[in-house]
């Protein structure tokens, strides 16, 4: 149950695209496309932003988008908006009902 | 609207116990299954437990097998999380969460702070 492997932090300016890498193993992103996305504002809970690695739960905006390659997950945030500012983690189905969360990134919004 | 609301963090002893709750209002409880996930200070989130709606279905991650213990009450729209033989690494903000489908969570709560330390 080693955690999944996300950049500390990225950033860009307001309107440009940032994508936010989440890196796994065979045994986790790469066996299942159950990878999910939470934002978390400070001080805050999480909250889902994308499930099963490409849908958008209901509310949540289009610029939000996910993908998934081999062990690698992404999240591609489009036209960057201050409020986008948050930490973000990933999450992935491990097997044997289990889930591994990987360390978090924070997106600053320059 | 769907609302978690835990509590019973508090500052506990390196061995001690503490007994979490979450109560859950705005949705049918026993139709879903709840996780317990936990975030240590300055860190990333944790998965910690997860329980079937009817109350089977029990998993723990290997850090807290054998020391904890997931359970719930439907009548009361209500989660536990018994902590035993607490250590200094379990101090974490721990959030309830309830599962959306089979692989992530759609609502959590505001979280509950335990503190271990002598």
């Known amino acids: 149950q080693s955690a999944l492997t996300q950049p500390a932090s990225v950033s860009g300016s307001p309107g440009q695209s940032i994508t936010i890498s989440c890196i796994g193993t065979s045994s986790d992103i790469g066996a299942y496309n159950l990878v999910s996305w939470y934002q978390q504002l400070p001080g805050k809970a999480p909250k889902l932003m994308m499930y099963?690695?490409?849908k958008r739960p209901s509310g949540v905006s289009d610029r939000f988008s996910g993908s998934k390659s081999g062990n690698t997950a992404s999240l591609t945030i489009s036209g960057l908006q201050p409020e986008d500012e948050a930490h973000y983690h990933c999450?992935?189905?491990?097997?044997?009902?289990?889930?591994?969360f990987g360390g978090g990134t924070k997106l600053t919004v320059l | 609207e769907v609302q978690l609301l835990e509590s019973g963090g508090a500052l506990a002893q390196p061995g001690g116990s503490l007994r979490l709750s979450c109560a859950a209002s705005g949705f049918i409880f026993s139709n879903y299954a709840m996780h317990w996930v936990r975030q240590a200070p300055g860190k990333g989130l944790e998965w910690v437990s997860r329980?079937?709606?009817?109350?089977?279905?029990?998993y723990y991650a290997d850090s807290v097998k054998g020391r904890f213990t997931i359970s719930r009450d439907n009548s009361k729209n209500t989660l536990f999380l018994q902590m035993n033989s607490l250590r200094a690494d379990d101090t974490a903000v721990y959030y309830c969460a309830k599962a959306f489908d089979s692989s992530s969570f759609d609502c959590w709560g505001h979280g509950t702070l335990v503190t271990v330390s002598s």
């Open positions: 999450c992935s189905y491990a097997g044997s009902s289990t889930w591994v």
């Open positions: 099963e690695s490409n």
């Open positions: 329980i079937g709606g009817s109350g089977g279905s029990i």
